[in-house]
């Protein structure tokens, strides 16, 4: 790893060199700290995969602070106390590095084959196997994901500690994007697609042209006409209209009255807890 003085440009002055076994290497660097991941098993010619973190606080006398053993690392990136590390087939990696000998391990996104990382302001880019993801940070540990894959399959994810609780799958062919249903074929598909079609044939009294097709093995396509595409403020007065109409007939639907009894129970007793 070497250090040059960019003043002029033209002319990059050398200033040091930190050497480290022959290894493809990308680094990144903040204040004090350059972050280097050394990739083995390959042409680059190292024979160990790891994170290097070295003190550049004397641009003259750089020190290894420590080394910490990754599986299959690419490129990395840092935003404010974040370290993310992209670990090839085994992920991308989140660190808190504010403890440089004690690096956090804070998240591990298993499902992705990660090779570079661009964190941005409010959205972090990665790149993976044929595959474009964009990231959003929260709490360090929530993500909502854009995938673009060379299939023209875009899919949208949202999930919390790891777990996924919202997907989204879309073709795009060229003019608009269709929403599309996927189902894994473990778990009964007859029943799976005989509920679908029900479901969606109960709705068409009430939206006339929506309609369900079958476009892969395991992919069906939810066809909505654009008529139902409504903005924030026209959906927020629909649920403002369906709310007076709870007023006039004097009571919430059946399926409401639970949800509303756990959520005042809950409400209720965790101010209790609170006042204690």
Request: charged content about 20%; overall charge negative; some cysteine.
């Amino acid at each position: 790893m070497f250090i040059y003085n960019i003043d002029k440009p033209e002319t990059p002055l050398f200033i040091s060199e930190f050497q480290h076994g022959t290894a493809c290497d990308p680094v990144v660097v903040d204040d004090n700290y350059a972050y280097i991941t050394l990739r083995a098993g390959n042409f680059c010619g190292a024979f160990d995969s790891s994170l290097e973190i070295v003190d550049i606080s004397d641009i003259y006398n750089l020190k290894l602070i420590k080394s910490y053993t990754m599986d299959n690392p690419y490129g990395l990136g840092i935003k404010d106390n974040l370290l993310f590390i992209c670990d090839g087939t085994s992920g991308l990696k989140v660190y808190n590095k504010g403890n440089i000998e004690e690096l956090e391990l804070l998240n591990t996104f298993k499902d992705i084959t990660a090779y570079d990382v661009i964190p941005m302001e409010n959205n972090l880019l990665l790149i993976g196997e044929n595959t474009l993801y964009q990231y959003t940070y929260s709490n360090n540990v929530s993500r909502q994901v854009f995938t673009y894959s060379g299939d023209k399959l875009i899919t949208i994810e949202s999930s919390y500690n790891g777990e996924l609780y919202y997907k989204y799958v879309f073709t795009y062919n060229g003019d608009s994007l269709q929403e599309v249903i996927e189902y894994d074929y473990n778990e009964g598909v007859e029943e799976f697609v005989g509920s679908l079609y029900n479901a969606v044939d109960g709705l068409t009294s009430k939206y006339p042209g929506i309609s369900v097709k079958k476009i892969g093995d395991k992919q069906w396509t939810l066809e909505i006409p654009e008529k139902y595409s409504v903005g924030h403020e026209a959906h927020f007065g629909q649920v403002t209209e369906q709310y007076l109409q709870y007023l006039i007939d004097g009571k919430l639907p059946d399926w409401e009255v639970p949800n509303m009894i756990v959520k005042y129970y809950t409400t209720t007793e965790g101010m209790k807890a609170a006042m204690k």
